[in-house]
């Protein structure tokens, strides 16, 4: 039971009024605060925006335009209020309806009291814990930022310095002399370029998102554009099929787009020019897009842990720093999305899908441009 003193505020959202009232007493001697009862999902979500609780006891088949799922998944993507179900269906639709809105807890009616304070009380505290993780998260981010950005000076210094050595010395050094200078200077480059994915990938967990509708079709015409060089030298077909406008950040998302359009070009094949095939479209997740390529392929084993921090699959062999897919990990997660690869094994190439949240979630945005279809460069 928790301390009176503590009195976790809950808000009941019952369209029976012996249910709500039943519930209401129990919640009151087991310590709570009842804030309110809501008799339907409109009021949920109202309720839920003017009282802030600890948390929302949610019938499954509330009164309204849609159910109780559907508004407990409106305020966990809102305000990350823990959502606790009661209900008195335990059917396998329901649960599994249940289970996509994120929910802290599901009771079965009829419950009885300790049922419903041991419920409550995991549920606080799960919610506890998660909100603990994620200010741990963001500090660790913000130190990353800090580090990553003050340092860059420092190794810049170093490069310069053991530079300006090399050249006062020019014609005096001996071949092996020459050597271990280029070495060093080779090892700060790596430092610096370090550093400089570190930075980014702390700025992408930092900053604030700037969203707004923007076109992905342009994005990606601006990402090609600074892909040329690279492009070109290692004969890169790209083929951008229809993609949709999208409610952004600019700046991230082209981020997104130029990694995962750079890793698809680097680990290609040596036998083979690579062949990169990018769309997009609206559904009811999101803005799904996919990047396919004809590359190397990545072993299921790898598929989830290529998107850790500083984790290569190929080592050294092929230039890089491992970060450029736990960035866009970050990205991704950031505009409420998911990213996750499918690939045939080591030979058949590899598709990247990631969405970026509902269309309704960030003003309904989804129709699909028409005059990109099949653009090749």
């Not at 998260?137 to 210094?157: G, I, K, M, W």
């Not at 070109?232 to 997104?256: G, H, T, Y």
């Not at 699959?313 to 230039?319: K, N």
């Not at 409420?336 to 960030?362: M, Q, Y």
Request: charged content about 20%; some cysteine; glycine content about 8%.
């Amino acid at each position: 039971m928790p301390e009176v003193s503590d009195r976790s505020r809950i808000l009941i959202a019952e369209d029976e009024q012996v249910v709500a009232l039943d519930v209401e007493y129990e919640l009151n001697e087991l310590g709570y605060e009842v804030i309110g009862v809501a008799t339907s999902t409109p009021e949920a979500v109202q309720l839920t925006e003017a009282t802030r609780p600890d948390l929302v006891l949610m019938d499954v088949q509330l009164d309204g335009p849609s159910d109780g799922i559907a508004a407990a998944d409106e305020i966990r993507r809102r305000w990350q209020i823990p959502v606790v179900f009661v209900t008195a269906s335990s059917g396998s639709e329901i649960v599994s309806r249940a289970k996509e809105a994120g929910p802290y807890g599901y009771i079965t009616k009829p419950f009885r009291g300790r049922e419903l304070n041991a419920s409550i009380a995991v549920a606080l505290e799960r919610h506890r814990l998660t909100r603990d993780l994620e200010q741990s998260n963001t500090e660790l981010t913000r130190f990353c930022y800090a580090v990553s950005h003050d340092l860059q000076a420092p190794v810049r210094n170093i490069r310069t310095l053991v530079d300006l050595l090399s050249r006062q010395l020019q014609g005096v050094l001996s071949p092996e002399q020459s050597n271990l200078i280029a070495l060093v200077m080779g090892a700060t480059d790596a430092i610096q370029r370090l550093l400089e994915s570190l930075f980014q990938y702390a700025q992408a967990g930092h900053q604030q998102l700037n969203r707004r509708l923007v076109s992905s079709s342009e994005l990606l015409t601006t990402v090609q554009t600074t892909l040329a060089a690279l492009i070109a030298e290692r004969k890169a077909e790209i083929i951008c099929n229809p993609c949709p406008m999208v409610s952004v950040d600019p700046v991230q998302f082209q981020q997104l787009l130029q990694n995962l359009l750079t890793n698809a070009i680097k680990y290609s094949q040596p036998d083979k020019p690579p062949s990169i095939a990018i769309s997009g479209e609206a559904t009811n997740e999101g803005w799904h897009f996919a990047v396919t390529d004809n590359g190397c392929g990545i072993p299921a084993e790898k598929r989830e842990s290529v998107f850790e921090p500083l984790r290569r699959l190929h080592g050294s062999e092929i230039p890089g720093t491992g970060i450029g897919l736990a960035l866009c990990r970050i990205i991704v997660e950031r505009h409420g999305g998911r990213i996750w690869i499918e690939s045939s094994g080591n030979t058949g190439g590899t598709t990247v899908h990631f969405t970026l949240g509902t269309p309704e979630a960030s003003g309904n945005y989804g129709s699909a441009e028409t005059n990109v279809t099949g653009v090749r460069i």
